[in-house]
């Protein structure tokens, strides 16, 4: 089982996007994704500085894949997708329909988790044009992945969100814009204010969701750490981690060592929970709502 770090889903300045890249060189984790996935508009680091990273982290011994954006709006959003499948040297993962017409029987690709895979003859379908991966949808449970797996086509790998706020949705409408009362052309890139996104909570002061500009995700946090047994039993391929503004490196660790056995679930988790920047979920792996945390039981 190997470990991936997905896309950075926050906007962060420059020369911390730069460091946190030169800690992840550095890190246990087998495979990363790289590039802007959520906003067009967010422009402190271009395709051009996510290639350099990625020549460095490939020089430091990791599997590099680009990712496209999920929403795709406007011409200049089709250019940067066509340069990003063009890239001739990485493997693409793909967040919509446009990136796999794009791939489609050129290049072996990634299907993404926003590519809503719910059922085998969709990915029975995709297969022949080049999935080589997939990622499982959010919402998707331990009993739907294990009749995907059942018949889950030869040579392609199952890969699962294991850690982080879950992206849930996304609209051409920017919230954070939206919450600071500016229009989306002219957000002042408020979503740099807000390096894990921006909580919003009920009226019973409750966490609910998270803004991040056009996306929605989970207040909550998704760990599949306990779960470690169950996915093995599944032939889990790759468990994804999702990066958060700090301590992302020490997550890593923590789920590398009990995948390895270097460390027991239950004291890594232990830790993992001092981590984390809100509470933890893991309602859909078990069919219930996903704000719930179900006991682990593996």
């Known amino acids: 089982m190997k470990l991936s770090l997905g896309p950075l889903l926050y906007y962060w300045p420059r020369a911390q996007v730069l460091t946190f890249y030169e800690a992840v060189a550095a890190s246990p984790v087998d495979i990363v994704y790289l590039g802007e996935t959520v906003c067009s508009r967010r422009h402190e680091v271009r395709l051009s500085?996510?290639?350099?990273?990625?020549?460095?982290?490939r020089d430091a011994g990791k599997d590099v894949v680009l990712s496209t954006q999920v929403l795709i709006e406007s011409g200049a959003d089709v250019t940067v997708l066509h340069k990003i499948v063009d890239n001739g040297q990485y493997m693409i993962e793909a967040n919509d329909m446009g990136a796999v017409h794009c791939l489609a029987n050129k290049v072996?690709?990634?299907?993404?988790?926003?590519?809503?895979?719910?059922?085998?003859?969709?990915?029975?379908?995709?297969?022949?044009?080049?999935?080589?991966?997939w990622v499982i949808p959010l919402e998707m449970g331990q009993g739907e992945l294990a009749v995907m797996q059942q018949g889950r086509p030869d040579g392609v790998q199952t890969?699962?969100?294991?850690?982080?706020?879950?992206?849930?949705?996304?609209?051409?409408?920017?919230?954070?814009?939206r919450?600071?009362?500016?229009?989306?052309?002219?957000?002042?890139?408020?979503?740099?204010?807000?390096?894990d996104g921006l909580m919003m909570r009920t009226?019973?002061?409750?966490?609910?969701?998270?803004?991040?500009?056009?996306?929605?995700?989970?207040?909550?946090?998704?760990?599949?750490?306990?779960?470690?047994?169950?996915?093995?039993?599944?032939?889990?391929?790759?468990?994804r981690i999702s990066p958060q503004s700090s301590h992302t490196v020490r997550i890593c660790e923590l789920f590398q060592g009990t995948i390895n056995g270097s460390q027991p679930a239950s004291a890594a988790n232990t830790e993992l929970a001092t981590?984390?920047?809100?509470?933890?979920?893991?309602g859909y792996w078990y069919g219930k709502p996903g704000l719930e945390l179900v006991p682990s039981a593996g």
């Open 203 to 239: 009226r019973e002061s409750e966490e609910f969701l998270v803004l991040n500009g056009i996306q929605t995700q989970s207040a909550r946090v998704y760990n599949l750490l306990p779960e470690l047994q169950a996915l093995r039993a599944l032939n889990v391929d790759v468990l």
């Open 275 to 282: 981590l984390m920047p809100e509470k933890a979920c893991n």
């Open 49 to 57: 500085d996510w290639l350099d990273i990625a020549a460095r982290l």
């Open 159 to 177: 890969e699962v969100f294991a850690y982080g706020r879950m992206p849930l949705a996304f609209s051409a409408r920017c919230f954070t814009a």
């Open 179 to 195: 919450h600071a009362n500016l229009p989306k052309d002219d957000c002042q890139f408020k979503c740099i204010e807000h390096p």
């Open 108 to 133: 072996p690709f990634v299907a993404g988790p926003h590519l809503n895979i719910y059922n085998l003859p969709t990915l029975q379908w995709l297969t022949p044009l080049g999935v080589k991966r």
